[in-house]
């Protein structure tokens, strides 16, 4: 059997979702240069947000009709913690040394992921998520499950909104002259902490829609789960050219895919048979990383590089 | 304005952090029981309270509980209260060296019950046997821990004699595994996975030198990352190998959705061992249906043995079940409080301040009654001397046994 368009499938949908979490982490730092390691908490509290409008909803209540309430749930508590972590502490360290809010994100990573352990009903081990029931879809030979069709749905109309909103209005407008030059853009009347508290609840919102695709693909959530795949989206952001949200949906894609296929294929290649499979996909994805930065260090879609990171 | 802020955020920061510390202790106080006794023994118990595996941890700790509050109502060892010192290792063999020095520190612990990771074990030996601490384990199945590293050759040395175990070994699982698979399932064609982890690779490594001995195939195999949840590409390469069955040496919360992840492209039976023998596996995967699971010695439920471990636990009112290691947890609690019986039986009622870790440490050799799990003693490795093993099957939603059997 040829596994090609399964595997490029498997890449795929999660390359999508890395692609979606990539986009929190490429805003913020376009923005205000602040690699906002929370940001894969801010993805789990999303999905925490939306298991508890689920299991409050009447029983019976089918998936589909249920789906666009959590992810209202789910944005609404992401969105909610990001604004609060920008509020409480980023900004009182806006414009203190660049080591001082990143040392507050990984200590605001670790008390978010401990707060849920403690405080969120039975997490101190995975929760179940909802899935939908019934038979995978078979296209071009890739079997695809119907709770990965969500996240093939979303995440393109996310980049298209996005897409739109950075370009068409105003507000969006203001965020690319606040990422191009904070001071100036000030003098000319934009309300930089207005546009900074944006990209922090819009990065927020992507990662909560991404965080219910995580649920409705593996069937499970746990307070651990930001880590990982914040650890890859930011991976993915990089890997894009950190700063450009086209970038970051390409980067999660291009990583997705490099490790479904390491994953497949890696142990076929002649000598490589140890360096193969499942445990081995991080190692090339993270090696595909550094080839990346070597031949072009702005990333694939990146533009500037020398007065940033 | 932006310094009141500020000192805020300190403030909030402080108390958060006050209380996470906090919590890493709560259980301490709670856990003694009895008066009347003049002399305090400290038994120590290193599990995973939190994160993925707790509950089996919790299992784990309620029941060693159990055993303590038994021997001081019933006045097991006259003039002794025991008293129960439960430190959360998170799964992790860092943590875990680091209870194990905590333990030691602490002048009344004259035993040591836990972990339940083997990879956790193997960075407690040392420093346990070094202060001639007293350790059994009730679910640690590592071959190595107790046969040193060169076992597979029939080399077998023990390393560390202050550890026990109630549980028997990956060898004799992995074994009892590939003969249900090929005898009974009549499976010849398998994907073998496993997680890297010392438990895990070993187990998959005795599953498969059984396996093939017997005749059976293995058509692929695959290493994965325990932290990961996306495992559609192993499960793509499961679906083209054709395997007939997926034997899995890992834990649960990876192995759920790996399991449910397989079935969705290919409907084989998924295979695993203790690791996996949780009611946790089948809330966190849907397609759970027909999985296989090894576990140590015979469901409590059906042993007579059991009856009133069973009743004492629901009568204690613990809020999580004792899952796949209650028994043998209490077990091992109990061989300790057998030990420290004997050496206090010896000395006049008395436990030595001097040496009481020693004197304890030889009398577990005598160590030999009637347990929850059946018949309790060591061998002279430290290995169970019990290595019934049952082969269980996900029907209905819940793990039912099918076989129960040893090997050799």
Same mark, same amino acid.
């Given at each position: ?7 490029? !499938? ?11 979490? !990539? ?112 038979? !995978? ?17 979303? !995440? ?154 | ?30 856990? =003694? ?10 038994i120590g118990?290193d ?53 194990a ?9 004259l035993g040591v019950v836990g972990p339940l990771n083997s990879?956790v074990a193997q960075s407690m030996q040392k420093p346990l046997n070094d202060a001639k601490l007293t350790q059994v384990s009730p679910a640690n199945t590592g071959t190595e821990l107790t046969q040193g590293n060169n076992w597979?050759?029939?080399d077998k040395k023990r390393p560390f004699a202050s550890y026990f175990r109630t549980a028997t070994t990956d060898q004799i699982q ?24 010392p438990y895990?690779?070993g187990?998959?490594? =005795? ?57 969705? =492209? ?11 023998? =949780? ?11 027909? &999985?296989?699971?090894?576990?140590v010695g ?27 290691y209650?028994?043998g947890t209490?077990d091992a609690t109990w061989s300790i409080i057998e030990a420290?019986?004997i050496?206090?039986?010896?000395? &006049? ?8 870790r020693a004197k304890v440490l030889a009398a577990m050799d005598k160590v030999k009654f009637?347990g929850?799990t059946g018949p309790v003693s060591f061998d002279e490795f430290g290995d169970t001397t019990n290595t ?21």
């Amino acid at each position: 059997m040829n596994e090609l368009p399964q595997q490029l !499938a498997n890449g795929l949908i999660l390359g999508a979702m890395y692609g979606l979490i !990539a986009i929190g982490y490429t805003m913020v730092y376009g923005i205000i240069q602040l690699i906002n390691f929370a940001h894969g908490e801010i993805f789990m509290i999303g999905g925490f947000g939306a298991l508890t409008v689920y299991l409050g909803l009447p029983s019976g209540f089918s998936l589909i009709a249920a789906i666009p309430l959590m992810i209202v749930g789910g944005v609404i508590a992401a969105v909610a913690i990001s604004m609060a972590a920008e509020r409480f502490a980023y900004r009182p360290l806006r414009g203190g040394p660049r080591l001082a809010p990143l040392i507050t994100a990984i200590g605001l990573s670790l008390a978010l992921q401990q707060a849920v352990w403690m405080w969120y009903p039975n997490a101190t081990k995975d929760r179940s998520f909802p899935q939908f029931e019934g038979e !995978a879809f078979d296209i071009l030979g890739a079997t695809i499950q119907r709770g990965d069709v969500f996240v093939l749905i979303v !995440a393109p109309l996310c980049m298209l909104a996005l897409g739109f909103f950075v370009s068409k209005t105003r507000a969006g407008r203001g965020m690319q002259a606040t990422s191009q030059d904070p001071d100036t853009a000030k003098l000319m009347g934009i309300n930089t902490d207005r546009i900074i508290v944006m990209a922090f609840a819009i990065g927020a919102a992507f990662a909560a829609v991404a965080a219910v695709a995580y649920g409705l693909k593996n069937g499970q959530i746990g307070f651990r789960m930001g880590f990982i795949m914040g650890l890859k989206a930011f991976t993915a952001a990089v890997l894009g050219g950190i700063g450009n949200i086209y970038g970051a949906m390409l980067g999660g894609i291009v990583l997705g895919v490099a490790e479904a296929l390491a994953t497949g294929y890696m142990s076929e290649v002649p000598g490589m048979e140890l360096f193969g499979g499942g445990a081995w996909k991080d190692v090339w994805a993270f090696a595909l990383l550094i080839i990346v930065l070597l031949v072009r260090p702005q990333g694939l879609l990146g533009e500037r590089v020398a007065d940033r990171a | 304005m932006r310094h009141r802020s500020l000192l805020i955020l300190t403030a909030v920061l402080t108390t958060g952090a006050l209380t996470l510390t906090a919590c890493g202790s709560r259980d301490d106080s709670k856990s =003694s029981g009895g008066d009347g006794g003049n002399q305090t023994v400290v038994i120590g118990l290193d599990a995973p309270l939190t994160g993925d595996l707790s509950a089996l941890g919790l299992g784990i700790k309620n029941s060693a509980d159990l055993a303590v509050k038994t021997a001081n109502k019933e006045k097991t060892v006259p003039g002794v209260t025991f008293k129960l010192e439960a430190l959360d290792d998170q799964a992790q063999p860092s943590v875990g060296q680091q209870n194990a020095v905590k333990l030691i520190g602490t002048k009344e612990v004259l035993g040591v019950v836990g972990p339940l990771n083997s990879g956790v074990a193997q960075s407690m030996q040392k420093p346990l046997n070094d202060a001639k601490l007293t350790q059994v384990s009730p679910a640690n199945t590592g071959t190595e821990l107790t046969q040193g590293n060169n076992w597979k050759t029939g080399d077998k040395k023990r390393p560390f004699a202050s550890y026990f175990r109630t549980a028997t070994t990956d060898q004799i699982q992995g074994a009892f595994a590939a003969k249900y698979l090929f005898e009974t399932a009549k499976i010849k064609d398998v994907y073998l996975i496993d997680d890297q982890k010392p438990y895990g690779a070993g187990l998959a490594a =005795s599953f498969k030198a059984t396996f093939t001995e017997l005749g059976g195939k293995i058509v692929g195999t695959d290493h994965v990352n325990p932290e990961d949840r996306d495992f559609n590409s192993v499960a793509t390469k499961v679906k083209s190998s054709k395997a007939k069955a997926v034997y899995y040496g890992g834990e649960y919360p990876a192995g759920a959705p790996l399991s449910q992840q397989i079935k969705d =492209s290919v409907k084989i039976p998924f295979m695993g061992g203790d690791g996996m023998y =949780s009611a946790d596996f089948i809330s966190l995967n849907k397609k759970a249906e027909g &999985d296989i699971a090894t576990s140590v010695g015979k469901p409590v439920e059906e042993l007579e043995s059991a009856k009133k471990f069973i009743a004492d636990y629901k009568t204690a009112g613990y809020k999580d079940a004792y899952e796949a290691y209650g028994g043998g947890t209490y077990d091992a609690t109990w061989s300790i409080i057998e030990a420290v019986k004997i050496v206090a039986a010896e000395n &006049d009622g008395k436990i030595p301040a001097e040496d009481g870790r020693a004197k304890v440490l030889a009398a577990m050799d005598k160590v030999k009654f009637e347990g929850v799990t059946g018949p309790v003693s060591f061998d002279e490795f430290g290995d169970t001397t019990n290595t019934l093993m049952t082969a269980y099957q996900v029907t209905g939603g819940k793990w039912v046994s099918k076989v129960s059997g040893t090997v050799e």
